[in-house]
């Protein structure tokens, strides 16, 4: 791996996995440009992730995870011609361990399965009643003509082009789910990759509803928006 592979790690109050998870990407991918899209956290996210190395973009508030990842892909946009562009890794600060899986997902971007690869996770841990979920499948359906199984995994690899297409991408969690969309209405290729990732899964507690609820509304403003 060089540093013609850039990764961004969004991060939102993730300082007891981030460490693991950044230590993991650069084993993965060595020479590679990391950043971490800091959403504003509260605890020592910031901190761990400038211990680590990696290039912290922390916005002035907290953004919501869309926002926050723009920033940090602009920034990598804006360095640079456009033909330079990297292929992107998108990936959460939650992996720990896990994230050595993510190279196969460059993999199936550089030997042309897809234009943007997906990660699917090969166990599925936590999780509600599986409505948002569901509607970010139907949404999807609806407004671009395919059917994805993982389609609010933030674990992806994006081609050069691909990044021009779909940045800035949708606020809060409407992140995934208008990036595929806005990916095959451009014309390119999804592929979804099955990986053996873990993560820090919400379950069916009050704070798990609330979270699912709000990511709910954010994949119904990108159906409408998405007309």
């Known amino acids: 791996m060089t540093s013609e592979i850039a ?61 926050a990842n723009t920033l940090a892909v602009q920034r990598l946009m804006s360095r640079g011609a ?47 009643f599986g409505i948002a979920l569901r509607f970010s499948r139907w949404a999807i359906r609806r407004r ?10 933030g674990q992806r690899a994006l081609a050069p082009d691909v990044i021009r297409a779909v940045v800035p991408f949708a606020d809060g969690f409407g992140m995934e789910t208008a990036m595929t969309i806005d990916a095959v209405r451009a014309g390119f290729r999804v592929v979804e990759v099955e990986l ?12 798990g509803f609330v979270h699912r609820f709000r990511q709910l509304l954010s994949f119904a403003r990108v159906y409408v928006s998405r007309r």
């Open 7 to 67: 990764v961004v790690v969004s991060a939102y109050n993730e300082e007891e996995r981030l460490g693991e998870t950044l230590a993991a990407l650069r084993s993965a991918f060595p020479g590679a440009r990391v950043m971490v899209a800091d959403d504003f956290s509260l605890d020592r996210t910031g901190a761990v992730a400038s211990e680590a190395g990696a290039e912290v973009v922390r916005p002035h508030k907290h953004l919501g995870k869309g926002g």
């Open 82 to 128: 456009p033909s330079e562009l990297p292929v992107l890794v998108l990936c959460d600060g939650d992996l720990g361990a896990s994230a050595s899986a993510l190279p196969a997902l460059v993999d199936a971007v550089r030997s042309g399965s897809g234009d943007l690869a997906v990660g699917a996770f090969a166990r599925r841990v936590g999780g509600g």
């Open 144 to 153: 671009a003509g395919v059917v994805v199984d993982s389609p609010i995994s």
């Open 196 to 207: 053996p990732l873990s993560h820090r899964a919400t379950g069916k507690t009050l704070g």
